[in-house]
């Protein structure tokens, strides 16, 4: 390469000054002659030629493979001995070196020649490969550094060789104080900030072992001021090959949102099974109500029916009287089973939550006793919500009981009310998604025990109680669960040990709803005036005591065991039917489909269904909302709710 500078260190002046003379007839530049280590070194540091023609044996205490040792600490420059010894302890010598070249004297011009341009050529194709890989390793490098895997590297040795940002980040450690430190140094470092501090040491320990494969872990790095908290997943393998080969590459990847999918999963799954439990314990539970309701009300109805034949001074007024008082008990029971398995029967309206609440503080009072203070927060301007008050004022009960069974040496209970909106979420063009929800939220928050995470997880199911046997059915806060959700709401406790109970419900509203002034409502049975009614019921108790019943009031009646008779019936004497009333569940022909069939002979005809409870499978709200002439009654039922009820579907 012609114009190459090369330095001749040579003590022998005239073979010095023959071979500058040759190098300048080849085109390179002499760039200087030295005849002693010394000065040879102190010229390269000067001038940084592009060769050395390096003679072995030099004037002076250093020999030529010496001072190649010196200027290889810190130049990086081809050298070619030029030299009459070839003995094998000088040669091995010259090896450690690794020189470009090794002339023996005398040499010839062309062997010179060939021997100069093949080291300044070697020698660039090594600088240029080295500067091909420095460029691919920093190119690789930024790549890594911008990734969020966190990347650390040890060589064969265990020491850290190189670490990029995102392990700077999950760690809050600086490369200057990790890089060059042996791997232990590191583990000390970071095993103070896993959450298992014992299992995290011993697994980054055993990465950094002999072991020659890979090396797999999860672990928990809570959150500090200095860093957020977050999961990593480690990987650790061995280098086989390249710079680092017998090092050991580790990874440290984020899995903090697919931990967080993952415990999200494992939330809704537990939420799925505490939901299908809840269901199948209120199928029954409302399959058995049902069956208890026809038989409290024959109980009920005969006892109405008996103490009206008596008089009040007769021995066995006072039995039958008892028999009602515990047939009006056992209906309580029935309607929270029924709340708790959604299957009663919802009388709903605007409601004024505030209003109910502010009625109900009286009787509240008296259940709480007089070492409870009761409070009310109550927030103005309530919108009304489409609920049953009836069945509010049960959940209202039911958690003020609670509240006063965690208070037994006295303390407060506070009942707030507040609207909750939700706006609607926007898409990326700032659409609203849906429409804007109301709520109503009630929170009934007491000053007791509180309750541990393992009765929460139990709170809203039927039956479990934290009381003595015979203190509590179990049924107080399945029954509200299963009201609010039947509404269309949502029920939540929150609650530790030794800081209270606060119990949240959310209830649907409707602002643009007004609420009507409440009729009153009668409270004995209303005379007939001959209408005439068919009576559709397949429990033969009831039926027979609802025809007693109805005949004392001066209604006609017919009678049916089920759908199919009821049909044939009505097709003989539509004309003098006024009102057919007919259980729902029923053998043949169900309540709903006899009603369809009708409709189709009469469809003026008026309908009232009786049922122990009224899924929406089997009387869609549809059919109640469409038709005027619909009127719902739940049993068990009385003498005078029956017939008001009678009334009051006749006069629709």
Known sequence: MKGSRILVVED????????????EQFGYVVDGIESTAAGAIQRVDESEPDLILMDVRLKGGIDGIDAAHAIQENHDIPIIYLTAYADPDTLERAKITQPFGYILKPFDDRELHTVIEMGLYKHQMERDIRDSEARHRSLIQDVINVSKLGVLILDKQRKVVWINQALEAYFGLHRDDIVGQASETFVQKIKPMFENNGAADADLLANRGESASAEHFECRVPASLERRGLWLEHWSQPIHSGFYQGGRVEYYHDITDRKLAEKALQESEATLRQSQKMESVGTLAGGVAHDFNNILTTILTNAELALESIAPDAPEFLELSEIRRAAVRACGLTSQLLGFSRRQVLQRRPLDINKLIADLLKMLLRLLGE??????????????????????????????????????????VTIKTQE???????????????????FVQITVEDSGSGMSEDTLAHVFEPFFTTKEVGKGTGLGLATAYGIVKQHGGNIDVNSKPGAGTAITILLPSKPDLTIEPEEDVATKGVPGHNETILIVEDEPAVRNVAIRMLNSLSYKTLTAEDGD???????????????????????KLSGLELYKELKKIKPDIRVLFVTGYAPESRIPASALADDGGVGLLQKPYTRATLTQKIQEVLRR
């Open 371 to 412: 070492d409870v203070e009761l409070k009310s927060h109550l927030a103005p301007n309530l919108a009304p919500v489409i609920a049953d008050p009836g069945q509010i004022q049960q959940v209202l009960m039911n958690l003020c009981a609670n509240a006063r069974d965690a208070l037994p040496n006295g303390g407060s």
């Open 420 to 438: 909750v909106n939700f706006r609607p979420v926007e898409n990326e063009d700032g659409e609203a998604n849906g429409s804007a929800q109301h």
């Open 565 to 587: 008779e009821a049909l044939n019936i009505f097709k003989s004497d539509k004309g003098r039917i006024d009102l057919v009333v007919t259980d729902v569940v029923m053998p």
């Open 12 to 23: 022998e002046s005239i073979l010095a000054h023959d071979i500058s003379q040759l190098l």
